[in-house]
Nanobody
Framework: QVQPVESGGGLVQAGGSLRLSCAASRSIFTIYSMAWYRQAPGRQRDLVADISTGGATNYADSVKGRFTISRDNAKNLVYLQMNRLKPEDTAVYYC????????WGQGTQVTVSS
C-alpha cells in the first residue's frame, strides 16, 4: 500500500511556527483530497485539516486561524503551515487522503514547549 512521507516536525516554543510537508505519489495526489492528522500520546488520531484537489479547505476548530493547509499539484506535495503553536499541539502529525485510504507513514513529531 502506498504511504505518504511526512517531514518538517521539530521542537518549538509556544507561539512559534513550523511548516510540515507531505510527499505523495502523483497517481494518488491528482485524484484525492488530502489531509493532515495528528495523534498525541494516549489519544486517537484526529483530523486536523483537509484540502480538495481544487484547493477547498477545512480545519478542526482547535486549529482554525492558526494552521493553513496547502498543496502544490506540480510537486505532489501537501503542506501544513502551523503558526502560534500551543503545547496542546504536541503530537505526531500524519498525512493521508481525506478518508484515510493510504497506509500510514512514519509521521513527523511536533513538540511545543511552554
Amino acid at each position: 500500500q502506498v504511504q505518504p512521507v511526512e517531514s518538517g516536525g521539530g521542537l518549538v516554543q509556544a507561539g512559534g511556527s513550523l511548516r510540515l510537508s507531505c510527499a505523495a505519489s502523483r497517481s494518488i495526489f491528482t485524484i484525492y483530497s488530502m489531509a493532515w492528522y495528528r495523534q498525541a500520546p494516549g489519544r486517537q488520531r484526529d483530523l486536523v485539516a483537509d484540502i480538495s484537489t481544487g484547493g477547498a479547505t477545512n480545519y478542526a476548530d482547535s486549529v482554525k486561524g492558526r494552521f493553513t493547509i496547502s498543496r502544490d499539484n506540480a510537486k505532489n506535495l501537501v503542506y501544513l503551515q502551523m503558526n502560534r503553536l500551543k503545547p496542546e499541539d504536541t503530537a505526531v502529525y500524519y498525512c493521508n487522503t481525506r478518508y484515510r485510504q493510504l497506509g500510514w507513514g512514519q509521521g513527523t513529531q511536533v513538540t511545543v514547549s511552554s
